[in-house]
């Protein structure tokens, strides 16, 4: 958390500064950044707070990604896409609501619509309250098997035989 308020800071205090000293100051740090790489291991651990700074960065402004060396850039994207995975794994979470129905109910009601193909929700949930089953009308319907509707009756196919009429021609 440190690393972000200074981070912070620093951006502060660039806001301020000549064109010429920042300009030093981005080929020092990129020369150091260089003899770094050379001497450190290829993968360095970064922590959750780096990770989010780099891709704050990225996200606010994407040609930055250029300047990147120690990560890839396909690392900073794909760290990105990570954090709007987590986020609507979030944002769609099971929240507190009316309970699921058991599967044993929800097999009863489809049988039973299976079975008696004239009874609608109002009958089955009815059914249901006898055999001592707490379940609202609208949940039975939900769960009832869907029927096909009948063909329609406008659309007919006809079907002409050939044979027959040759014969009738000649």
Not at 33 to 45: D, E, T
Not at 101 to 114: A, D, G, N, Y
Request: net charge positive; with cysteine.
């Amino acid at each position: 958390m440190r690393e972000a308020y200074s981070l912070v800071w620093s951006v502060l205090v660039l806001l301020f500064r000549s064109r010429v000293s920042l300009e030093a100051e981005i080929l020092i740090l990129r020369h150091q950044l260089n003899i770094q790489r050379r001497h450190v291991p290829k993968r360095v651990p970064f922590s959750a707070m780096d990770r989010l700074i780099f891709v704050g960065l990225y996200r606010l402004v994407p040609n930055t990604i250029k300047a990147f060396t120690i990560v890839t850039p396909d690392t900073v994207i794909r760290w990105h896409r990570a954090g709007f995975r987590s986020y609507w794994r979030w944002k769609s979470r099971h929240r507190c609501g009316r309970p699921t129905v058991p599967l044993e109910i929800r097999r009863l009601i489809r049988e039973m619509s299976i079975a008696n193909p004239l009874w609608g929700a109002p009958r089955i949930h009815g059914e249901l309250l006898k055999l001592g089953i707490e379940i609202g009308q609208t949940s039975v319907a939900k769960y009832m098997a869907r029927r096909r509707s009948p063909p329609s009756q406008g659309f007919v196919i006809e079907v002409i035989d050939c044979e027959n009429i040759d014969k009738s021609k000649g």
